[in-house]
């Protein structure tokens, strides 16, 4: 019976250690044009509604949120979040063309942009801080709001600027 044991839990640990190896001579995906742009759009969109309602449900378990609570605070998240990409939108910074520099009127109107997006931002965050306030407590708020913090830097981090991109693509 011993020998069944210890048979079955190397088998499952060999198993594991198979399945947690990365897929080799994984060929990148061809680039999508016109229609097909279009349509991944759509789902890169459709995607970041699932991925946000997942987050959402993620915060209900580890609060341990229940009923009517529940219900509330996911219509909250999802407002706060629609409103925080309403503003990113809203402030998107023109990209200057290819090979040119930025004049200092463009660096000038950039950077009080930014403050702008800063100010809109704090103040949508104070205003859900109050709604969220009704529901959670003040841990579990800041907890929210160190992981958009988190997730926007990663965000990032996996997009170099365009400067940067156009070096590596050289080297």
């Not at 088998?11 to 229609?35: I, W, Y």
């Not at 998107?92 to 009127?105: I, L, N, R, S, V």
């Amino acid at each position: 019976m011993k020998r069944m044991i210890v048979l079955t839990m190397a088998l499952m640990m060999a198993a594991a250690m198979v399945c947690a190896q990365p897929a080799q001579g994984k060929k990148s995906k061809p680039q999508p044009v016109g229609q097909e742009q279009a349509a991944s759009a759509d789902q890169k969109r459709l995607l970041g509604k699932k991925q946000l309602m997942g987050q959402a449900i993620h915060y209900v378990q580890n609060f341990k949120l229940a009923g009517e609570d529940s219900a509330q605070f996911v219509n909250t998240y999802q407002a706060y979040n629609k409103q925080l990409r309403a503003i990113r939108l809203q402030y998107k910074q023109e990209k200057p063309a290819e090979g040119q520099e930025m004049t200092e009127e463009q660096v000038e109107k950039r950077m009080y942009n930014s403050f702008e997006q800063s100010r809109a931002i704090l103040e949508t965050r104070e205003h859900f801080y109050k709604e969220f306030r009704k529901i959670l407590t003040p841990k579990q708020v800041s907890r929210i709001f160190k992981d958009e913090q988190a997730r926007r830097t990663k965000q990032q981090i996996k997009r170099p600027a365009p400067a940067e991109q156009k070096s590596a693509a050289k080297q």
